[in-house]
């Protein structure tokens, strides 16, 4: 499986993202510009966090329109694999490959700590290595995180399994059914605002974001016909 | 207009005083200088680079006090930042600067653009910033809802400007005090890490080379924030209160992965770089001239404006942010545009170098300055200052004993005095983890992060204890470094070195200067005895509000190296059963202490003195001791004294402890003495680490496994729960901050 | 040249936290008249005379970039015709 970290100006987990699969899983992994128009020989790409183009505007609402957003979309469509985490799940959103959209914490600050978290969904391509109904902590640093959608929308994630990480305990955003991480209808695609890669070692507090990335990492490789 | 002021005029009409320039210097300058007078233009970039703030004219005296080299230092002050090798080729880059009128005027701005411009002087050098420590002092928050406006709007710039750069914000320390309720101190400490041979200095050398603009472009903001930085901060000067820059957090981490990408990939192309900070583009090409013993001719025209019609003048002394000047090889000025390109960022040659070190500007087709370089930055008068010990230190006394009668009572109220209490409130709004090397974030003594690709660890920490200073500026000197030597060593660190922030009021009142000179010495001589020299720091004097001075604060910002970061020691206490002991002697050191001014309501007295020697004896000891893996937590006594100490140690563990400090009085538990520590140690290593501390360590008991502290004093015990004194602990700033009065 | 302001607010439903803290500080300042503040901000754009279509054009960049719908609306108004 060969790894697409994609780095928007502004960007800053990209670092994170890549030295998760590069120095602790020893994946095939590259960092690829925000500037390129194609994605081709990858098999998953991944949207880090950061404060693409500033976070002004909307967050993540002026990296849809990159380069790279169609190649990321053609990936989306083809089967192939998609995360985004913080910055990456809200552009996301606004590129439309999830649905709802992330408003400024209720608190109206940023806040970065370790939240405990209930995987909801272990049938995704990111999370089979986790149990259903297991608890897992993980950092978060954001400003803008409380997940909104209205109501109609968000029974369909409901209806449908969609919904993969919800926060334990307290909620720290204001996130409407404690949501803090979302799968397409496919569950090929996946946004979260916790950061799985902050939480691959020992060392740094924690190793609950390594199964995440193991569990991708698992996956069979999608080839599209016109590989 | 005023820039059609002639020379003669400027010589009758005296508007220089107005910009902190006074008649002495302006005659010196033009009689023994230039031998002519100065226009209009070249009037204004004296008066800025002849500033303290840019000069550093009345501190320079004091400042020789400091050592400044060592076997592992490379750049000391006078760079962007200081150069310290960490092994391998390796090298880390600090600085602390302080922005603290500003910050006072506009925090949320304040805050960011002191952020901002530590971050340029760390990747001007050629490092990638890795982490930031702020130090910040407020007035009291409880009952002023103004203060906690403030302090939330500063915290907040701080947040945002660093978190949208990618740069873990670890630690830091916030403080409360009435003294900076007019005057806000914010320090702001940053690190970087490069390899030793991506090094860069500030030099422009080499005929017909480049000078090129990079970066965003000029305004009118902040013209004379250095002058401004310069004076005093009295009501009546509300009017140049505008003077505030506005910070652009993207811009910067443009500029700065462009910079790297230059320094780091074309190290041939460029020459020299620096960061355009206070007194703008004169500053930065003066500087840079002289480094490189050049001339420098620029063309104003050529300076991206964001308003039209600017003069000279402005040009030259804006202080918009997130602007770098590079002098680049002639013949790659197009090359260094395509890197720039990449990131959007346009970048401009304004000028070339020439020989014979004129300092030449054009502007709208006439040479507005044509003066020698080493006047602007070599020749600056040193002011002598005159100086006289402050009338309330003329003779010792000794502080009183406070009297306190409930262990448990006081110590419930200790932890819940906003300097000692949970900062947590602010630090979880700063991305502390950012960049996954984060060891030990903010809430220890020392921030630690790991160097990724190697086994080593760096520890880092900000300490200013403006009490102890105004109380004895020689020892609270000293320990104002060796406070900060006792964090880097609690996390099993061997200090390398150290960069400060001093914070003082007016230097021409002789009693300040005083205050100046002898907390210089004690910090000077703590350095020289603790091997950690000054490698950069920043001087900011007039902090005063309506003729009130803040107290003499004097920020010391400490590195050092972890060897094996699997051996970093946290303050945590770690199993049950583990030994506890104190080290070091705690008497009656209430002067300056947190207990004195919550139960005095004021601080005074005269601070014990401290053997340096002996403290850097000890340090040693235990430093060898977590270094041979003895060690499973340590955590030195500061703010709180060893009450608060304690527990800090238990919290967020579920252990307890019982101890017996037989003779120690109920009071004693809240003294603050320096160079004490608690620390646990497993019961197999007890008898090594007795051996190795000697008497430095008293054995004082054990950790439990039930959440309880006991504590047996000399006449009663205090019995607390861990888990409701944390609650205190953490609920006590959030409550403060939300609250309405 | 014309320029339109186009203002950009939370849909009613959706919990506007701003709005609310500065409900509560208008009350710390006595006007408790002051039943509920919204906060949005507003958009200036300037169009030059190349302009054909107005109100498309303002709909094209409202709905493409200014407005996130999924919790926002937007309204405008001209500010200064084109004589």
């Not at chain 2, 395509?338 to 990131?343: E, V």
């Not at chain 2, 946290?570 to 049950?576: C, D, G, L, P």
């Not at chain 2, 060690?631 to 608060?644: C, F, K, M, R």
């Amino acid at each position: 499986m060969k790894i697409a970290v994609i780095v928007f100006p502004g960007s800053n987990c990209d670092v994170d993202l890549y030295e998760a699969f590069h120095s602790v899983l020893g994946a095939d992994v590259e960092y690829v510009s925000h500037r390129e128009h194609s994605l081709a020989g990858f098999d998953a790409v991944m949207l880090p966090g950061g404060f693409s183009y500033g976070d002004y505007l909307r967050c993540g609402a002026i990296a849809r329109f990159a380069n790279i957003i169609p190649a990321v979309r053609q990936m989306a469509e083809d089967g192939k694999f998609v995360f985004g985490t913080c910055n990456g799940f809200q552009i996301l959103t606004e590129m439309g490959l999830l649905p709802g959209a992330l408003k400024q914490n209720d608190s109206m600050q940023f806040v970065c700590k370790t939240v405990d978290l209930t995987v909801v969904n272990d049938q995704t391509a990111f999370t089979s290595r986790y149990q259903k109904g297991q608890t897992i902590q993980l950092p978060i640093a954001h400003g803008d995180g409380s997940y909104y959608a209205d109501l109609q929308t968000i029974q369909q994630l409901e209806d449908h399994h969609q919904v993969v990480f919800r926060y334990a305990g307290e909620n720290p955003n204001g996130s409407l059914h404690d949501i803090a991480g979302i799968c397409n209808r496919q569950g090929n695609v996946l946004g979260m605002m916790p950061h799985p890669e902050r939480a691959v070692e020992v060392l740094l507090g924690g190793t609950d974001g390594l199964p995440l990335f193991q569990s991708l990492l698992d996956q069979q490789t999608v080839r599209t016909e016109a590989e | 207009m005023e820039q059609a002021m002639t020379p003669e005029e400027i010589k009758e009409q005296r508007p220089y005083l107005d910009w902190s320039l006074t008649e002495h210097e302006y005659n010196y300058i033009a009689d023994s200088l230039l031998h002519r007078l100065p226009n209009y233009t070249e009037t204004g970039l004296f008066a800025a680079m002849w500033s303290e703030h840019c000069s550093y004219k009345k501190s320079k005296p004091v400042l020789r006090l400091f050592p400044n080299s060592g076997p592992r230092v490379l750049q000391g002050p006078g760079e962007g930042a200081g150069v310290v090798d960490i092994d391998d080729g390796q090298a880390v880059v600090f600085k602390a600067e302080s922005h603290n009128h500003p910050t006072t005027v506009e925090p949320y701005q304040g805050a960011a653009t002191g952020v901002g411009g530590i971050l340029r002087d760390i990747f001007s050098m050629g490092a990638r910033p890795i982490a930031s420590l702020d130090s910040l002092h407020f007035g009291e928050i409880k009952d002023d809802a103004t203060m906690r406006y403030k302090a939330e709007q500063t915290v907040k710039g701080v947040g945002d400007y660093g978190n949208c750069m990618g740069i873990p914000t670890i630690g830091g320390e916030t403080t409360f005090d009435p003294c900076y309720a007019g005057n806000i101190l914010l320090n702001a400490f940053s690190l970087g890490i490069m390899d030793q041979a991506d090094m860069k200095r500030g030099n422009a050398s080499g005929v017909g080379n480049a000078v090129m603009y990079v970066g965003a472009k000029t305004g009118r903001d902040g013209i004379h924030g250095a002058t401004f930085a310069s004076k005093d901060f009295s009501a009546e000067h509300a009017t140049q209160r505008s003077a505030v820059q506005v910070g652009d957090p993207f811009m910067e981490k443009l500029l700065m992965e462009a910079c790297l990408e230059v320094i780091r990939q074309h190290p041939y192309w460029l020459v020299g770089i620096q960061d355009m900070g206070a007194a703008g583009i004169v500053s930065s090409s003066a500087e840079m001239a002289s480094e490189g013993k050049s001339g420098m001719d620029l063309n104003l025209d050529l300076v991206p404006q964001r308003e039209p019609g600017m003069s000279a003048y402005e040009i030259m002394l804006s202080e918009s942010q997130e602007r770098m000047l590079l002098c680049v090889e002639k013949g790659h000025e197009k090359d260094v545009q395509q890197i720039f390109a990449k990131y959007e960022l346009e970048a401009v040659v304004i000028g070339r170098i020439t020989a014979g070190g004129q300092y030449v500007l054009h502007h709208d087709g006439q040479i507005v300055c044509d003066i020698p370089v080493h006047t602007l930055v070599d020749d600056v008068l040193e002011e002598p200052s005159a100086e006289k010990r402050p009338v309330r230190l003329s003779e010792a006394t000794p502080a009183p004993v406070p009297v306190v009668t409930d262990a448990l009572a006081t110590l419930k109220q200790i932890l819940q005095q906003p300097t000692v209490a949970s900062a947590r409130y602010f630090t979880q709004q700063y991305d502390s983890q950012v960049r996954t090397s984060t060891v030990v974030g903010p809430g220890s003594d020392a921030g630690v992060l790991r160097v990724r690709g190697t086994e080593k660890g760096l520890a880092m920490t900000t300490d200013g204890n403006g009490r102890f200073v105004y109380l004895d500026p020689y020892v609270g000197g000293i320990r104002a470094v060796a406070e900060a030597a006792a964090n880097i060593v609690a996390a099993g660190a061997e200090p390398l070195a150290i960069t400060d922030c001093l914070n003082y009021g007016d230097p021409n009142d002789p009693e300040i200067f005083w205050e100046l000179h002898h907390s210089v010495k004690g910090m000077a001589d703590a350095c020289r005895e603790l091997e950690t020299p000054v490698v950069s720091g920043n001087v900011s004097l007039y902090n005063e509000n309506n003729g009130q001075a803040i107290h003499p604060t004097s920020m010391v910002g400490m590195v050092g190296l972890i060897h094996d970061i699997q051996r970093v020691v946290t303050i945590k206490a770690a199993n049950a059963g583990d030994r506890v002991y104190l080290l070091g002697k705690i008497g009656d050191d209430f002067a300056g202490s947190e207990v004195q001014k919550m139960l005095d309501g004021d601080i005074s007295g005269t601070l014990s003195p401290v053997d340096i020697k002996e403290v850097h004896a000890h340090l040693k000891d235990l430093l060898a001791a977590e270094q041979a893996g003895l060690v499973n937590s340590a955590h030195d006594i500061s703010e709180g004294g060893l009450g608060a100490c304690l527990s800090e140690v238990l919290f967020g563990t579920g252990l307890g402890m019982d101890l017996n400090f037989g003779k120690m009085s109920t009071a004693q538990l809240f003294a603050e003495p320096a160079n004490c520590f608690v620390i646990t140690v497993a019961p197999e290593n007890q008898q090594e680490i007795e051996q190795r501390l000697g008497d430095w360590a008293q054995l004082a008991g054990e950790v439990t496994a039930d959440g309880r502290l006991k504590v047996a004093l000399s006449n009663q015990e205090l019995v607390a729960d861990v888990s409701e004194l944390e609650t205190l602990y953490e609920e006590a700033i959030p409550c403060l901050m939300k609250s309405k009065a | 040249m014309t320029t339109v302001r186009i203002f950009v607010t939370y849909k009613p439903s959706v919990f506007d936290p701003q709005g609310a803290a500065i409900t509560d500080a208008i009350h710390t300042l006595g006007h408790d008249e002051v039943g509920s503040v919204a906060v949005g901000r507003f958009f200036d754009l300037s169009f030059n005379d190349e302009v054909t279509d107005l109100d498309a054009a303002i709909k094209d960049v409202a709905t493409k970039l200014l407005v996130n719908f999924n919790m926002e609306t937007y309204h405008y108004q001209v500010l200064e015709a084109a004589e």
